[in-house]
Every structure is written in structure tokens, then in C-alpha cells.
């Protein structure tokens, strides 16, 4: 600390030692009451570097009685206040990037250069732009009759529990509880077991600025800390990045207690490649669309290729060659663009399906990269990005979301056939056409059934752009000014009657 700022740590190792074993609850770094904790461990080494605390049902409650206790001042601050606040939080980010991009290194195994330092720089982005939005949270004057005057007033729902994943653990923070915060909310947030200490972090950060138990933090497990925090009889709604499985779970505990749910449940993506498209272009698009720098770790990523039969080699050969001259190593190395898997329990999962692919008839494996032979990441969860051409659109690679570094490339012969295979998936988050034909891109963006469609690229989610998934990918939109009225306000209608 310095001048009661805190002072950035480079050294992760010692950073993550510091915040072992902590919640943040009313403004304080508290152990879990039980006093338990559970292992986090570098998934480029297999080594343990900390620990988190194991919260139960009285550490959710402790951190929701803290934001409840905080929720009506804070929803008493003029609006614009909260969000220059927030807008503060975002500066006081920006002096963080680098120890941030370390930590997040250190715990999820994501390559410092490609990944970490970009998603570190993100979280400020996006404070800021909700930060500008306080005003924005105005009502409607409606023309019920002449002589009253009938209003709508957008109100604050109370206490929101956001519950986070490990993939891009800072970035879905940011998302969640910038608009949370901005519309007059009190927050808890349950960190994924796997990547706790950066979020802690970042909420710690932010706690210099935001008054205590407005912004709560506990780690834990699922059955163990997530659902007492969706039961809670005092959380008003739910915000959830994660598995179809556990959303579905969420849902149903949000609706026995009738309250809101914005639910980012990942995808099986398509990628619709035209014989027309640039191929170098769509090829590049592939690379970034397919977040091979982040082991392909996306809900996002455009894991099914669909290539026009004319094109498919020279676009696979394409890809192939960008893929290539990418470096799997030490995610802490500059030079390093691929880093680890998350966790073992991942890297089996990714394993089988790769194993899978290679069992099956008339499918073909196209590795690339080569793996790091330093014997000091000897404990690394590396994974060679792998293609697989030959495959259908039902096999089970086809449709079930891996969340690795495993495409599918499949031929198609004509528009209609494209178009059909790209929409004949259990999931809707987001889809890509590449051509350069305005007829077919229109089309497509009509009848492709994604939540956020582009034509000729595949960027990630930014502040501004509503995101968010149709059919399984789950319900609501994050990241932009809709995302804040739609899921963090409740509309009250009020009509005054002075006769
Ligand atoms: P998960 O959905 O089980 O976990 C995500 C978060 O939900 C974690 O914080 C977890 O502790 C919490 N959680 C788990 N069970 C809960 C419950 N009953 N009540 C409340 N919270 C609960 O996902 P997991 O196990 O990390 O990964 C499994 C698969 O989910 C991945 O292979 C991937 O396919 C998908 N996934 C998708 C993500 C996305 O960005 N949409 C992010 C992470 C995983
Ligand atoms: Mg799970």
C-alpha cells in the first residue's frame, strides 16, 4: 500500500500467495468461516501456487447480508455518481494491467502476450463504457390520460449473484458487474474454482473506490457455494457464464424462487466458408475465431468450419500453416502464443474427444504446432491444436462443445447445404459467413440462428455490441446499454392522479 492505494505485484507467484485463501466481504479479505480451502494450481507446471477459500452456505450468506446491508445507499447515489465510480474503479484498473495479466497467467495456464494482457486491458474498457451509461437509466412518460401524468421509473432489483467461469475469469467480471453496479445493484460474485485469484484480485482493486459490500467476492465449489447463492431468499437475480448443465440447474432453482436469469451457456459455432470468400482473410479470421491462443477455451470459438468442397484443402492447408507457425510454451514467455489447458478434469475431456476423432472411419486428424520440450513444463496440460476433416455434422465431435483446440472442418457443395448445416446444432451464440457477395452475406445474417453474426470476421464480444446466445447458448445479451435496462433494472410504472 501505498498513500491506502494499493501497489502493483509483479511477482505472481508472491501475489497469489498473498490472496491465498481469502473472500472479500464487506470490504475485507476474510477467510472462509470454516476456515477450509482448497488447492489452485499452475496448470503449466501441475504445481500448487495457492489456495482459495472453500465458502459453504455462511460464507454466501455473510457476503449477501454485506450487499444488502450496502444495496440502499448505494441505490441512493445519483446514478451518474455510480457510474463515475465505476469509471474510477476502471483507472485505478489501468495501473493493474500488468500484475493482472501475470496472475491470470499464473492460475488459468493462458499465454501472457496473446491472452492475458489483452483480457487485463479489457476489464478497464469495459467499466468505462458502463461507467458513461448512469444517465442512461431514465423511464418513459406515457400518454395515458391528459389529466395525470403516468410514468415508468427503472429501478435497481437489489442483490445480484454473478457466477463466473474460468476462460476468460476477469473479462466476464467486468461484464457482469459493471452494469450490475451502474443500474444500483449490490453484487456477490462466485469466482470458478479453477481461476479465483485474479477476480479477487480485480475486486479488491475495486474496492478502494466503492463502498464496502457493495462489491462481494467468495470462491468455492458449485453444489457447495454456487447454489446456496442462487437459493438465497435475498438474491434477486442470477447472471451465469458456464456449462448448458449447470444453467439449466440455475433455471430451475431462479424459478422456483420467480426471479431473473441472464444464462451464456457456450456454442458449437459455425463458420460458413464460400468459394468466393479471400481465402488468406477467412483463414486468418479462422485462427482468431477459433481462439487458438486460448486453447480454443471459448464459448465463441468457431469450432465447426463449413468449407465450400471447391476451397476446403487450400483453406485447411491455409489455416494449417498459420497455425503452425504458432508457439505452444510457457503461457509466462513473451514469445509463447498458445498456452495450457485449464485443469486435468479439461485436458481429459479435450483428450477423448481427439481420441474420439482419430476412432472414427473416413475422418482425418490434422495436427499442427509441436509441443514445448522444456522438462520444466514437464507438468503441462499442453494440447496440440488438432483439425479433423472427413467428419459429419452429427458426429459427436460435430455437436457437442469441446472447449479445446479441436475443429471440425466440414465440406458442403452448395449455399443451402451451408446454410443448413450451420443452423442444425443445439446451440446459437455465434456464426461467421465469409464471401464476398452482398446477396449471400444478407442472406445469411437472416437466417443464420445465432445470437451475433459476422460477416467476413470473428471478433470476441466487446462493450457497445450485444452478446448473447438463441436455443441452448441461453438467454439475455451482456456487454452493451440493453444489456444493462433489459437484466440489471425492474421497470415500475407510476401514475399521478392529483384531480
Ligand atoms: P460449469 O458450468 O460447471 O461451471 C461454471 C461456474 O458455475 C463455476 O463457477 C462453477 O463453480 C459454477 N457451478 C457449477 N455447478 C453449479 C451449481 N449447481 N450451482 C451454481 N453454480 C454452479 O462449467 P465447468 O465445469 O467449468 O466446465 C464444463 C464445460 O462447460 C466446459 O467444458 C465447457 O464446455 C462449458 N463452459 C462454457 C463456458 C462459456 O464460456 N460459456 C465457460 C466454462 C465452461
Ligand atoms: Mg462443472
Same mark, same amino acid.
Given at each position: 500500500?501505498?498513500?491506502?492505494?494499493?501497489?502493483?505485484?509483479?511477482?505472481?507467484?508472491?501475489? =497469489?500467495?498473498?490472496?491465498?485463501?481469502?473472500?472479500?466481504?464487506?470490504?475485507?479479505?476474510?477467510?472462509?468461516?470454516?476456515?477450509?480451502?482448497?488447492?489452485?494450481?499452475?496448470?503449466?507446471?501441475?504445481?500448487?501456487?495457492?489456495?482459495?477459500?472453500?465458502?459453504?452456505?455462511?460464507?454466501?450468506?455473510?457476503?449477501?447480508?454485506?450487499?444488502?446491508?450496502?444495496?440502499?445507499?448505494?441505490?441512493?447515489?445519483?446514478?451518474?455518481?455510480?457510474?463515475? *465510480?465505476?469509471?474510477?474503479?476502471?483507472?485505478?484498473?489501468?495501473?493493474?494491467?500488468?500484475?493482472?495479466?501475470?496472475?491470470?497467467?499464473?492460475?488459468?495456464? +493462458?499465454?501472457?502476450?496473446?491472452?492475458?494482457?489483452?483480457?487485463?486491458?479489457?476489464?478497464?474498457?469495459?467499466?468505462? %463504457?458502463?461507467?458513461? &451509461?448512469?444517465?442512461?437509466?431514465?423511464?418513459?412518460?406515457?400518454?395515458?390520460?391528459?389529466?395525470? *401524468?403516468?410514468?415508468?421509473?427503472?429501478?435497481?432489483?437489489?442483490?445480484?449473484?454473478?457466477? *463466473?467461469?474460468?476462460?476468460?475469469?476477469?473479462?466476464?467480471?467486468?461484464?457482469?458487474?459493471?452494469?450490475?453496479?451502474?443500474?444500483?445493484?449490490?453484487?456477490?460474485?462466485?469466482?470458478?474454482?479453477?481461476?479465483? &485469484?485474479?477476480?479477487?484480485?480485480?475486486?479488491?482493486? $475495486?474496492?478502494?473506490?466503492?463502498?464496502?459490500?457493495?462489491?462481494?467476492?467468495?470462491?468455492?465449489?458449485?453444489?457447495?457455494?454456487?447454489?446456496?447463492?442462487?437459493?438465497?431468499?435475498?438474491?434477486?437475480?442470477?447472471?451465469?457464464?458456464?456449462?448448458?448443465?449447470?444453467?439449466?440447474?440455475?433455471?430451475?432453482? !431462479?424459478?422456483? +424462487?420467480?426471479?431473473?436469469?441472464?444464462?451464456?451457456?457456450?456454442?458449437?459455432?459455425?463458420?460458413?466458408?464460400?468459394?468466393?470468400?479471400?481465402?488468406?482473410?477467412?483463414?486468418?479470421? !479462422?485462427?482468431?475465431?477459433?481462439?487458438?491462443?486460448?486453447?480454443?477455451?471459448?464459448?465463441?470459438?468457431?469450432?465447426?468450419? $463449413?468449407?465450400?468442397?471447391?476451397?476446403?484443402?487450400?483453406?485447411?492447408?491455409?489455416?494449417?500453416?498459420?497455425?503452425?507457425?504458432?508457439?505452444?510454451?510457457?503461457?509466462?514467455?513473451?514469445?509463447?502464443?498458445?498456452?495450457?489447458?485449464?485443469?486435468?478434469?479439461?485436458?481429459?475431456?479435450? #483428450?477423448?474427444?481427439?481420441?474420439?476423432?482419430?476412432?472414427?472411419?473416413?475422418?482425418?486428424?490434422?495436427?499442427?504446432?509441436?509441443?514445448?520440450?522444456?522438462?520444466?513444463?514437464?507438468?503441462?496440460?499442453?494440447?496440440?491444436?488438432?483439425? %479433423?476433416?472427413?467428419?459429419?455434422?452429427?458426429?459427436?465431435?460435430?455437436?457437442?462443445?469441446?472447449?479445446?483446440?479441436?475443429?471440425?472442418?466440414?465440406? @458442403? #457443395?452448395?449455399?443451402?447445404? =451451408?446454410?443448413?448445416?450451420?443452423?442444425?446444432?443445439?446451440?446459437? &451464440?455465434?456464426?461467421?459467413?465469409?464471401?464476398?457477395?452482398?446477396?449471400?452475406? $444478407?442472406?445469411?445474417?437472416?437466417?443464420?440462428?445465432?445470437?451475433?453474426?459476422?460477416?467476413?470476421?470473428?471478433?470476441?464480444?466487446?462493450?457497445?455490441? #450485444?452478446?448473447?446466445?438463441?436455443?441452448?447458448?441461453?438467454?439475455?445479451?451482456?456487454?452493451?446499454?440493453?444489456?444493462?435496462?433489459?437484466?440489471?433494472?425492474?421497470?415500475?410504472?407510476?401514475? @399521478?392522479?392529483?384531480?
Amino acid at each position: 500500500m501505498v498513500d491506502g492505494k494499493l501497489v502493483p505485484v509483479l511477482d505472481a507467484q508472491k501475489l =497469489a500467495q498473498n490472496l491465498s485463501g481469502f473472500n472479500l466481504i464487506d470490504g475485507a479479505l476474510v477467510p472462509a468461516l470454516s476456515g477450509r480451502t482448497f488447492p489452485i494450481v499452475n496448470p503449466a507446471t501441475g504445481l500448487e501456487i495457492s489456495t482459495a477459500a472453500f465458502s459453504v452456505v455462511q460464507d454466501v450468506d455473510a457476503a449477501v447480508e454485506a450487499a444488502q446491508r450496502a444495496q440502499p445507499d448505494w441505490a441512493g447515489t445519483p446514478a451518474r455518481r455510480r457510474g463515475a *465510480l465505476v469509471m474510477e474503479c476502471a483507472r485505478l484498473l489501468e495501473a493493474h494491467v500488468q500484475e493482472l495479466s501475470r496472475l491470470v497467467t499464473l492460475e488459468t495456464g +493462458k499465454a501472457l502476450r496473446t491472452e492475458s494482457r489483452t483480457e487485463a486491458a479489457g476489464i478497464a474498457d469495459m467499466l468505462l %463504457f458502463y461507467g458513461g &451509461l448512469g444517465s442512461e437509466l431514465k423511464g418513459e412518460t406515457i400518454p395515458h390520460r391528459p389529466d395525470m *401524468l403516468t410514468i415508468t421509473l427503472r429501478e435497481p432489483i437489489g442483490v445480484v449473484g454473478a457466477i *463466473l467461469p474460468w476462460n476468460a475469469p476477469m473479462y466476464i467480471l467486468a461484464m457482469k458487474i459493471a452494469p450490475a453496479l451502474v443500474a444500483g445493484n449490490t453484487v456477490v460474485v462466485k469466482s470458478a474454482e479453477e481461476a479465483p &485469484l485474479a477476480v479477487l484480485r480485480v475486486c479488491q482493486i $475495486l474496492n478502494q473506490v466503492l463502498p464496502k459490500g457493495v462489491l462481494n467476492i467468495v470462491s468455492g465449489y458449485g453444489p457447495e457455494c454456487g447454489a446456496p447463492l442462487v437459493a438465497h431468499a435475498a438474491v434477486g437475480k442470477i447472471t451465469f457464464t458456464g456449462s448448458v448443465e449447470t444453467g439449466k440447474i440455475i433455471y430451475r432453482t !431462479a424459478a422456483d +424462487k420467480l426471479i431473473p436469469v441472464t444464462l451464456e451457456l457456450g456454442g458449437k459455432s459455425p463458420m460458413i466458408v464460400m468459394p468466393d470468400a479471400d481465402l488468406d482473410k477467412a483463414a486468418a479470421g !479462422a485462427v482468431a475465431g477459433m481462439r487458438f491462443t486460448r486453447q480454443g477455451q471459448s464459448c465463441s470459438a468457431s469450432s465447426r468450419m $463449413l468449407v465450400h468442397s471447391s476451397v476446403h484443402d487450400e483453406f485447411v492447408a491455409k489455416v494449417k500453416a498459420l497455425v503452425d507457425a504458432m508457439k505452444i510454451g510457457d503461457p509466462m514467455d513473451e514469445a509463447t502464443d498458445i498456452g495450457t489447458i485449464i485443469s486435468r478434469g479439461q485436458y481429459d475431456k479435450v #483428450s477423448s474427444y481427439i481420441a474420439a476423432g482419430r476412432a472414427t472411419a473416413d475422418a482425418t486428424a490434422v495436427e499442427c504446432c509441436t509441443l514445448p520440450t522444456d522438462p520444466g513444463l514437464g507438468g503441462g496440460l499442453f494440447v496440440r491444436p488438432v483439425m %479433423f476433416t472427413g467428419l459429419t455434422n452429427d458426429s459427436r465431435l460435430a455437436r457437442e462443445e469441446i472447449f479445446g483446440p479441436v475443429v471440425c472442418v466440414i465440406k @458442403f #457443395s452448395d449455399y443451402e447445404e =451451408a446454410l443448413s448445416l450451420a443452423n442444425d446444432t443445439s446451440y446459437g &451464440l455465434t456464426a461467421s459467413v465469409w464471401t464476398r457477395d452482398l446477396k449471400t452475406a $444478407l442472406d445469411a445474417s437472416q437466417k443464420l440462428q445465432a445470437g451475433f453474426v459476422q460477416v467476413n470476421q470473428n471478433i470476441v464480444a466487446q462493450p457497445g455490441l #450485444s452478446y448473447g446466445g438463441v436455443k441452448n447458448s441461453g438467454l439475455g445479451k451482456e456487454a452493451s446499454l440493453e444489456a444493462m435496462l433489459d437484466h440489471f433494472t425492474q421497470k415500475k410504472t407510476v401514475i @399521478f392522479n392529483m384531480q
